[in-house]
């Protein structure tokens, strides 16, 4: 069987993903054959692995770090958040129910036999499979039946590495408190730490990092110091998003919305040099100054309507119209733009109806089958190619699907409104294919750059590679994986 170790992190956050990408590239680029594996994951950021199925964004990227397609196996349960208390619970990429969350601490025992299955199969095909933990192992109230991080370990036999963020304060607590409050045998598999986010001299930190192998008997692996070029990956959470903040150039608004789904579409979008991006938080108007405004995916199309008018950005968004700025709506946000969205079944909430924002002419009804899969389309108004993917129940129809934005396999996909300045669509991903991107943006008025986003995303792993390569001990830390 392949070598394995685990990533855990004093608390969610912390910079575990991203370290498991590293780490990942690292080991690949020394001849590994190496994958990734999150036994649990808790993201509405999705990604479409093979035949139609999802796993975590952040699992893609550490796939994509090892030089291997996404597979549902390097993520076998993913909880996707529909409500603060409920979460629709994906197993080994497919649906199974949708769960409370006092629901799921019964349910969690009985998802393990396909964590472990998920887990051998990648370890039998590969030298090194690199784990990643979910939340905190401090969390010892979840340690029962736990599969996120402890309790795998414990059962898959995977040794432990403690990630602290010495950003958010406190590092020495963090994994002091934390080997304090596990189980003896807990903290006996932990054969070391390591401390994340460090801005400015890491030799500052010196005497704190000397108290913290003294109080835990724990050996260092590094500081690592703050990532700078960390924005330029895909985000694991939507706090994460991150763009750099520019003062001039073509506007583009982005509403967080409460539960946002696949934000990594703008991705591409905030690598242009000549692209000013705002994600608008709650509470904030759309800017007066804005070109375009994005309504992004969503896992409660329903539920963030409402929040949506909750925060006054109905209003703005037709004063933005008015102004003769333009609109794109995005999979949950195209559903928005409509007349109405009906959910008779009760699919992402409570059965009922609500208004839609009547900026195209279309009515979405929830229900069927999830929609998995990747495409290939051409978009109607430029009429270039451009690779996408879909994830979302629920169908649209109206006039405004006679003037669709883009072809899959000879059908109309998506809608545009009679003027061209509101415009919908289904796909996913859309922006990370270089000559659309530019071709749709000078459509709007923009400058593209002529960023190759897929060259980028490569030239960031590998330097993020090389900057774990610089801090950390890193063939000490591939050494441990048994």
Not at 185 to 190: F, I, L
Not at 327 to 345: F, S, T, W
Not at 428 to 457: C, I
Request: with cysteine.
């Amino acid at each position: 069987m392949a070598r394995a170790l685990m990533v855990q992190g004093t608390g969610s956050n912390v910079g575990k993903s991203m370290l498991v990408a590293g780490l990942c590239r690292a080991a690949r680029r020394r001849g590994i054959s190496v994958a990734p594996f999150k036994p649990q994951n808790m993201s509405n950021n999705a990604a479409v692995a093979q035949e139609g199925h999802e796993i975590g964004r952040a699992q893609a990227l550490q796939a994509r770090a090892c030089g291997l397609a996404p597979h549902t196996d390097m993520n076998p349960v993913l909880l996707k958040p529909e409500t603060d208390t409920g979460a629709q619970v994906i197993v080994q990429g497919k649906r199974l129910t949708t769960a409370r969350a006092r629901d799921y601490a019964r349910l969690k025992p009985q998802l393990l036999n396909a964590v472990l299955d998920s887990f051998h199969r990648l370890r039998a095909a590969h030298d090194l499979v690199i784990v990643e933990g979910a939340g905190s192992p401090a969390e010892v109230n979840l340690r029962k039946g736990d599969i996120a991080n402890m309790g795998f370990a414990e059962a898959a036999e995977v040794p432990v590495v403690l990630c602290g963020d010495i950003d958010r304060g406190g590092v020495i607590a963090q994994i002091v408190g934390t080997q304090a409050v596990m189980a003896p045998q807990d903290a006996g598999r932990v054969q070391g730490f390591l401390v994340n986010k460090f801005r400015g001299d890491p030799s500052l930190f010196d005497d704190g990092y000397a108290m913290i192998e003294q109080h835990t008997g724990w050996r260092g692996f590094g500081v690592v110091p703050w990532f700078s070029d960390a924005w330029k990956l895909p985000a694991e959470d939507a706090l994460d998003i991150g763009a750099p903040v520019r003062a001039n150039g073509f506007h583009i608004a982005c509403l967080r919305l409460s539960r946002i789904a696949n934000f990594d579409d703008i991705d591409p979008l905030t690598q242009e040099p000549d692209m000013r991006m705002t994600m608008l938080p709650p509470g904030q108007p759309i800017p007066a100054d804005a070109d375009l405004v994005i309504l992004p995916g969503t896992k409660s199309t329903r539920g963030d309507l409402a929040f949506l008018r909750a925060q006054g950005w109905d209003i703005d968004l037709i004063a933005h119209y008015r102004r003769g700025g333009h609109v794109l709506g995005i999979c949950g946000g195209y559903q928005m733009l409509g007349h109405e969205v009906a959910d008779p079944d009760g699919i992402e909430g409570p059965p009922g109806a609500t208004r839609g924002l009547g900026l195209l002419d279309i009515r979405t009804r929830m229900g069927g089958d999830k929609n998995l899969r990747e495409v290939c389309a051409r978009h109607t108004d430029t009429d270039l190619p451009f690779r996408g993917y879909e994830i979302h129940i629920g169908q649209s129809e109206g006039p405004d699907r006679a003037r669709p934005f883009a072809d899959v396999d000879g059908e109309p996909e998506g809608a545009v409104a009679p003027d061209g300045r509101v415009s919908g669509s289904y796909l996913h991903g859309m922006f990370a294919d270089d000559a659309f991107r530019a071709a749709w943006l000078r459509r709007l008025g923009a400058t593209p750059s002529g960023v190759n986003y897929e060259e980028t995303l490569e030239q960031t792993l590998d330097a993020l590679a090389d900057h774990l390569e610089t801090h950390l001990d890193v063939a000490g830390l591939l050494a441990l994986g048994r």
